[in-house]
């Protein structure tokens, strides 16, 4: 009797405390209003399908070699990136024209040369200080055995998303409608041997990292994996991370997507069990590791991933474009939100 007893108490323990957590949850749910929609989708409007093919198809060229990180043709996309940003007037971070953040050859472990992030963003004109980031690796595996890996999709539909999300923001800002809060574009080398240029960032800062809100990070949202394919199911992309720890941001990324591009959000690889480890396997994670709510958008795995073949022709621009248009809605509202983001923590 006395254990039966026991049992009893904790269960009714158990149930009270899921069911504060759950009343928690609604009315955190239920205080996310989606602001400026009007304005959100004249912005998000300007990110369009001729700009991302003209932009990839460059981007994703024999000029740049396959980009592997130190050599020439990652040089060459850093210098692209550079004179876009100039050619746009988007400032860099760094004393405003200083768009590259160098890491020295020291840094790497094996014989990497040099490298560097591509940094521009736009000033906050409310909490200039806090900062959204919004990032997409730009190296991949360079040239092996006179062959050009030209990764079209990874990342190439990243680095061409970011160019015309910052874009949009920059025409907003023109117009009247600088975001409160400062918005960084941040183009990470490195990633293909070991997430090494955000793991500088986040060792080596620009923005402090307690006054960053939020990572949204890109790789690879170009194409349809063979899993949508089989279900004729393209219109979807995988968000990782988005609740490991802020489930706030995980319902603010859900509001925004039913309110501007009614993506299916699949969060398949975002389960803790995930034998992938998707979640630490980009950029994001290692913001992640400072306790810096992100989210991973990917499209999944294809057959010409990691492949010669990953190339222009085979991306589905629409598709860039509508998953482009929910990441810049979702930075829009994280950048123009009264409060930072609830943590997990503190609910």
């Known amino acids: 009797m006395k254990v039966l007893l026991i049992v009893t108490v904790f269960s009714l323990v158990g149930s009270c405390a899921t069911s504060k957590y759950s009343t928690k949850i609604e009315t955190l749910n239920n205080n996310i209003k989606i602001n400026d929609s009007t304005t959100i989708s004249r912005y998000a409007n300007t990110i369009t399908v001729p700009e991302l093919r003209k932009h990839l198809y460059k981007y994703a060229s024999d000029e740049f070699q396959g980009r592997g990180t130190g050599e020439i043709g990652q040089k060459k996309a850093a210098e692209f990136l550079k004179n876009y940003y100039i050619s746009e007037d988007i400032t860099s971070p760094i004393n405003d024209s200083i768009y590259f953040q160098i890491i020295p050859k020291s840094y790497f472990l094996d014989e990497t040369k040099a490298s560097e992030n591509v940094l521009a963003f736009i000033k906050g004109n409310e909490k200039p200080e806090e900062v959204v980031i919004v990032s997409a690796h ?41 975001p409160k809060r400062s918005v960084l574009f941040l183009h990470l080398t ?40 089989d279900i004729n199911q393209e219109n979807y992309i995988y968000l990782i991370g988005a609740d490991r720890l802020s489930k706030e941001l995980h319902l603010i990324s859900e509001k925004v997507n039913n309110a501007f591009v009614n993506l299916e959000l699949d969060y398949k690889y975002n389960a803790e069990t995930d034998k992938n480890h998707y979640y630490s396997r980009s950029d994001h994670y290692n913001f992640a590791q400072h306790n810096i709510p992100v989210i991973f ?11 010669p073949t990953d190339t222009p022709d ?7 474009q509508q ?13 123009n939100r009264e409060n930072r983001l609830i943590l997990n923590e503190n609910l």
């Open 323 to 335: 998953r482009t248009k929910l990441i810049f809605a979702t930075a829009w509202q994280l950048a």
């Open 314 to 320: 085979k991306i589905n621009y629409n598709l860039l």
């Open 190 to 229: 490195a990633e293909e041997i070991g997430l090494e240029g955000s793991r500088f960032y986040t060792e080596n800062p620009i923005f402090p990292l307690n006054k960053t809100m939020a990572n949204l990070n890109i790789d690879m949202i170009g194409r349809v994996d063979k899993h949508h394919e």
């Open 138 to 178: 730009y190296d991949h595996l360079g040239i092996k055995d006179s062959i050009i890996y030209y990764g079209a999709d990874d990342d190439g539909s990243g680095t061409v998303a970011l160019m015309e999300i910052a874009q949009a923001f920059k025409l907003a800002s023109i117009e009247g409608h600088r």
């Open 297 to 307: 958008y990917f499209n999944g795995v294809h057959e010409d991933y990691h492949k």
